[in-house]
C-alpha cells in the first residue's frame, strides 16, 4: 500500500510498498520512486482534465522490477489517493497462455477444416506451405516422398504463394529430413546448424536462415512428407513449445495429404477398370454396320447394370457375335456382374455358333458365383453375304429385338428364353432373319420402354411407342436410329428418375462390301 498526496509526494508506504519500490519512503517524490505508467495514473487522478490520462477498462497494470501488478486506486477527500499494489505476474502468465492456447486450437482446427476440404494432393501440399509459413515460421517447404530419386517441394514465403519445384539431393544430406521421410520423431531444432541449409531449402531475398524445424508429415501407415520450418536470423528461434505445436499441425496435414494421396491411386485403379467395363465404341466390322449408346441410371455414374459388346469373327466371311443384356440392380454391383459377364462371354467365343450352349454355361457360372443378382440377355449373329446382313437371335428373358424393314414395317423378333442367373435349367429358342440394305435391327434394355415420363409425368414410354419412333427410322444409319432412340427417351423422361438404358443397331448398309482386312476394319465400299 502505497499513499501520495495531490502533489505527488509519497505521504505514507508500507513494509511491502517499501521493499517493492525501495526508495518509496514519506516525502520522497513519487516520481522518483515509482514507474512511470503509476505517476501518469496518479496524475490524472489528481488533476483531471482534458490532458489526463484516460481511464481504462479494469484495473490499471503495469510492471515493477520485473513483474506485473494491478494498481487499485482509492481517493481519499484531501486529495491524496491511496495505491494499493497487487502482484498480478501469475494470473497474467495464465491468461496468455490461454489465449495463446485458444489462437493454437482455432489455428488447427482452422488448418483441418480447410485441408481436409480437398483430396487433391498438390493443394493439400500448397495449403500446408502456405499456413506454415503464416503462422508459424518465416517461410515453410512441404516435401513429398521421394519419386524415382527427386522430391517434390512446396516452398512459401510469409505473405507470399506457394511455388512448385522438383529437387534431385538425397534428404539424409539435409540434417534431419531424411529422418523425417522415413517417419522417425523429429530431430530438436537446437541440434540442427542453419548454416547447414543446402541453397534449395532457401527461398530467394529469405536472408540468412536464423533456425530450422524440421518435422515428419504422419500418413495412414506410411509417411505423408515432411514440413520444415525457416525463421530468419533476426527472428527469435524455435522454442520447445513452438516445434511441439508445428508437430500437431503436421500430424493434421500428413492425416489430409495420405488421404489425398490413397484418393488419387484409388481415382486411377477405378479409372482403369472403369475402362474395362465401359461399353465400346462400335463401327462397322465386315461389311455390317454397328451403333451403341449407353446411359447409366445416375447422371454422376458412368457404368452400371446395362452392357453391350461386339465381336469381330476371327475369320472373315463368318458372324460377328453381340451381345446385349440388363443385369437386375443399379450402379457399380450390377456393373461388376456385367464385367463377369462379358468377361465369361469372351471366353465361350469359340462357341459362338451356338447361342443356347452360350447361355447355358453363362447360367451355370452365374449360379456358382457368389452373386445373387441375374441378368437377361439377347445374343445376335451377324454376318454380311452379299447386300444382305444374315442374323440369328437368341433371347435369354429379355425383350425382343425388333427390325426396321425398309417401308418402315416394324417386325418383332420371335425369340423368348429364361432369364440368366436364377434357374438351374433355361431354355431359349434362336430365330433367324436377313436385313437388306437399308433395314436394321434394334436390341435394346427395359431401360428404353419401361422409362417414366412424358405430360402426365408417370406414363411409359413403352414398347408401341418404340415400334412407332422406329417406323420413321427406315432407311437411317445405324448411328442415326441410336441418337434418335436416346433423344426421345430422354424427352420423355425430362429430369426424372430412370434405370440404365442400353440400345444396339445392327444395320445392312446401302453399299456393296469390296474388301476389308481381317475383317476387323471398316473396309472399302461404294454406292
Not at 368 to 390: E, Q
Not at 414 to 419: A, E, I, N, Y
Request: charged fraction near 20%; charge should be negative.
Amino acid at each position: 500500500m502505497l499513499v501520495a498526496d495531490a502533489q505527488g509526494t509519497v505521504v505514507q508506504c508500507n513494509e511491502a510498498a517499501g521493499l517493492l519500490l525501495g526508495a518509496a519512503v514519506p516525502g520522497a517524490l513519487l516520481a522518483d520512486v515509482a514507474p512511470a505508467w503509476l505517476c501518469a495514473a496518479h496524475r490524472a487522478l489528481s488533476f483531471p482534465g482534458p490532458h489526463a490520462v484516460p481511464d481504462t477498462e479494469g484495473p490499471l497494470r503495469g510492471g515493477i522490477g520485473g513483474r506485473r501488478f494491478e494498481a487499485h486506486p482509492s481517493a481519499r477527500a484531501d486529495g491524496s489517493v491511496v495505491w494499493w499494489l497487487v502482484d498480478d505476474t501469475d494470473h497474467q502468465l495464465a491468461r496468455e497462455a490461454l489465449h495463446m492456447e485458444r489462437e493454437r486450437t482455432a489455428f488447427l482446427a482452422k488448418a483441418s477444416s480447410t485441408l481436409l476440404s480437398s483430396l487433391n494432393l498438390g493443394r493439400c501440399m500448397d495449403v500446408t506451405a502456405q499456413m506454415a509459413a503464416e503462422s508459424l515460421a518465416d517461410a515453410a517447404l512441404t516435401v513429398a516422398p521421394a519419386r524415382g530419386g527427386r522430391l517434390p517441394v512446396v516452398t512459401c514465403l510469409r505473405g507470399g504463394t506457394p511455388a512448385v519445384s522438383t529437387v534431385t539431393v538425397d534428404p539424409d544430406d539435409v540434417p534431419g529430413l531424411g529422418e523425417a521421410l522415413r517417419g522417425f520423431p523429429p530431430v530438436p531444432s537446437r541440434w540442427i546448424d542453419p548454416a547447414t541449409a543446402p541453397a534449395w531449402m532457401v527461398p530467394e531475398g529469405f536472408g540468412t536462415v536464423g533456425s530450422i524445424v524440421v518435422t515428419p508429415l504422419p500418413g495412414h501407415g506410411v509417411p505423408a512428407g515432411a514440413l520444415i520450418l525457416l525463421r530468419k536470423a533476426e527472428t527469435a528461434a524455435f522454442s520447445d513449445e513452438e516445434e511441439v505445436f508445428a508437430r500437431l499441425f503436421a500430424a493434421r496435414a500428413g492425416a489430409a495429404m495420405s488421404a489425398a494421396r490413397l484418393y488419387a491411386e484409388q481415382t486411377a485403379i477405378t479409372d482403369v477398370l472403369m475402362q474395362e467395363l465401359l461399353p465400346p465404341v462400335l463401327h462397322q466390322i465386315s461389311g455390317v454396320d454397328f451403333a451403341g449408346r449407353y446411359r447409366p441410371s445416375a447422371d454422376h455414374e458412368r457404368i452400371g447394370g446395362d452392357f453391350y459388346d461386339v465381336h469381330p469373327a476371327a475369320v472373315e466371311g463368318e458372324a460377328s457375335l453381340v451381345s446385349l443384356g440388363d443385369v437386375c440392380g443399379k450402379g457399380l454391383e450390377a456393373a461388376v456382374l456385367t464385367g463377369k459377364i462379358r468377361n465369361t462371354l469372351h471366353a465361350l467365343l469359340p462357341l459362338a455358333d451356338d447361342h443356347q450352349r452360350m447361355l447355358r454355361l453363362l447360367n451355370s457360372a452365374l449360379l456358382s458365383s457368389h452373386h445373387t443378382r441375374f441378368a437377361t440377355m439377347v445374343l445376335a449373329s451377324a454376318v454380311r453375304r452379299g447386300s444382305t446382313v444374315d442374323l440369328r437371335l437368341t433371347s435369354g428373358g429379355h425383350p425382343s429385338p425388333l427390325i426396321i424393314r425398309a417401308d418402315g414395317t416394324v417386325e418383332e423378333a420371335d425369340t423368348h428364353g429364361t432369364l440368366i442367373g436364377a434357374l438351374p435349367n433355361i431354355s431359349a429358342t434362336t430365330v433367324e432373319a436377313s436385313l437388306a440394305p437399308g433395314e436394321s435391327c434394334v436390341l435394346f434394355t427395359d431401360g428404353i420402354t419401361e422409362a417414366k415420363g412424358g405430360p402426365m409425368g408417370n406414363v411409359l414410354f413403352g414398347e408401341e411407342r418404340l415400334k412407332r419412333a422406329l417406323s420413321g427410322c427406315a432407311g437411317m444409319p445405324a448411328e442415326g436410329i441410336v441418337e434418335h432412340v436416346q433423344m426421345l427417351a430422354a424427352q420423355w423422361l425430362g429430369n426424372r428418375p430412370h434405370d440404365d438404358m442400353a440400345v444396339v443397331v445392327i444395320a445392312a448398309p446401302r453399299t456393296h462390301h469390296l474388301s476389308a482386312v481381317n475383317g476387323h476394319t471398316r473396309g472399302r465400299y461404294t454406292a
